[in-house]
């Protein structure tokens, strides 16, 4: 069956797997998380699935924990851009994103970098902003990296303008302008290299749920890249960035709203529920349910017991245990929380971690699965799904086999591929750039 008119259909993409606490390690079939081999697997499943887009995070330090490096950090990971220019040698239709810090960065080396991804992949490049108050990352970098939370969102705005100026210095027929920008932030002037590529320029993700990433987004984004743990709290979030929109002259199909998910399959609702409990205590070892304690608590907390209870003392606000990770907001809140939770229920330390930490979003059989992504979409608490899988690289596998049939059959996925950039994958505009005719 081919899309239906009328339904609203579902955008999907893929994120590679790590640096994070879904993956499962010990699982035999987790691979390698650096070999090409590995993003080429996962690469090459979601366009067999029509995926929109595969996406890659960035890390440009290793985290330490108690001055030592972080257990679930990534050690040679490669950098984003690099693995995407090689991916798309062996990819043909799929939009290839690339999560790039703009607080460490200079426009016109970033958009040079980003438009000939554009270029290689015959316009399927996409740029995930991101910015960084994190002093601890910012000491790789010349000038020390550190700039308050206000500060970090004006850069960030800015650089995004920057670049888009210089992509946009290329007229859609070929002819080269030069640009010069006079900001707060940058004061550049030349001639852009890299002409126009084939969808404009590249598409902008952006995630984020403060105030400022809520606006950052309806102002500048083209793809808003978030997580919320109920339906309600995704329409809640959908009709409040969608509205902030018109302020920009913006119409609601302008912006995608795409949540990171996880999900497991199983042939029967029961079967899918006990494959999730054995997932999310292998993501929650013991070592892995201290270390998630240190970081609410800052505090060295080795020697309590997994299984005992949650500790009598208060947490260290001011704590510097845990270096370049975003810091819990308020730890004495979450404490309390967790301690609320934790005698109501009569958890140890893991079991609360298991309780409160992620958790698969999406649990049951192929059907069950993919009659919720519909009913998450249809009434608008997304307009698709970034899927975060926990093995590294087959974990989209069964996914593509059994779920994508499924919507397809539903009228709300593709059959096919009917356009060649990433932008005509997420039924975004064509750019217009300042002087061109809309």
């Not at 890659?56 to 490096?69: P, V, Y």
């Not at 991916?87 to 958009?111: H, I, K, W």
């Not at 399959?265 to 070892?285: C, F, P, W, Y």
């Amino acid at each position: 069956m081919s899309t239906v008119p009328g339904r609203k259909q579902i955008h999907l993409a893929a994120h590679f797997p790590g640096v994070n606490s879904t993956t499962v390690w010990a699982d035999p079939r987790s691979g390698s998380q650096i070999d090409f081999s590995s993003f080429e697997h996962l690469a090459r499943t979601a366009e067999r699935g029509l995926f929109d887009f595969f996406f890659l995070a960035e890390g440009l330090r290793l985290r330490e924990h108690a001055g030592r490096i972080h257990d679930l950090d990534v050690v040679g990971r490669p950098e984003s851009i690099t693995v995407l220019n090689a991916l798309a040698a062996v990819t043909d239709r799929l939009g290839l994103a690339a999560t790039v810090n703009a607080t460490f960065n200079e426009p016109y080396e970033l958009a040079r970098r980003l438009a000939s991804l554009d270029h290689l992949s015959a316009g399927r490049a996409a740029w995930n902003v991101v910015t960084s108050s994190d002093a601890f990352t910012g000491e790789n970098f010349r000038r020390g990296g550190y700039l308050d939370r206000a500060e970090r969102y004006t850069r960030a705005a800015e650089f995004l303008a920057t670049a888009r100026e210089l992509w946009d210095s290329w007229t859609p027929d070929g002819e080269q302008r030069p640009f010069a920008h006079d900001g707060p932030q940058f004061r550049i002037e030349g001639g852009f290299p890299v002409p126009r590529s084939p969808q404009g320029r590249p598409v902008v993700i952006q995630a984020g749920d403060s105030a400022e990433g809520r606006e950052f987004a309806a102002s500048a984004a083209d793809v808003v890249f978030t997580r919320h743990s109920t339906p309600e709290a995704g329409r809640e979030f959908y009709a409040d960035v969608k509205g902030r929109l018109a302020r920009y002259g913006r119409d609601p199909g302008d912006l995608k709203i795409m949540p990171g998910v996880t999900y497991v399959l199983g042939d029967t609702d029961a079967e899918a529920q006990e494959a999730a409990a054995e997932i999310r205590r292998q993501q929650v070892s013991p070592q892995n349910a201290i270390l998630a304690l240190e970081q609410v608590w800052g505090r060295d907390l080795s020697g309590h017991d997994p299984d005992g209870p949650l500790p009598d003392i208060d947490p260290d606000p001011e704590s510097a245990l845990v270096q370049g990770r975003v810091r819990v907001a308020d730890p004495v809140g979450v404490a309390r929380k967790w301690r609320v939770l934790s005698e109501a229920k009569g958890l140890s330390i893991r079991q609360t971690v298991i309780e409160t930490t992620g958790r698969q979003s999406f649990v049951g059989s192929p059907a069950t699965v993919a009659a919720a992504l519909e009913e998450c979409v249809a009434t608008d608490a997304a307009d698709g799904f970034v899927l975060v899988p926990h093995l590294t690289p087959g974990g989209l596998d069964d996914f593509v086999d059994q779920v994508v049939p499924l919507l397809q059959e539903r009228g709300v996925f593709r059959t096919e591929y009917t356009g060649t950039t990433l932008r005509s994958h997420l039924g975004l505009p064509e750019p217009v750039g300042k002087g061109d005719t809309p």
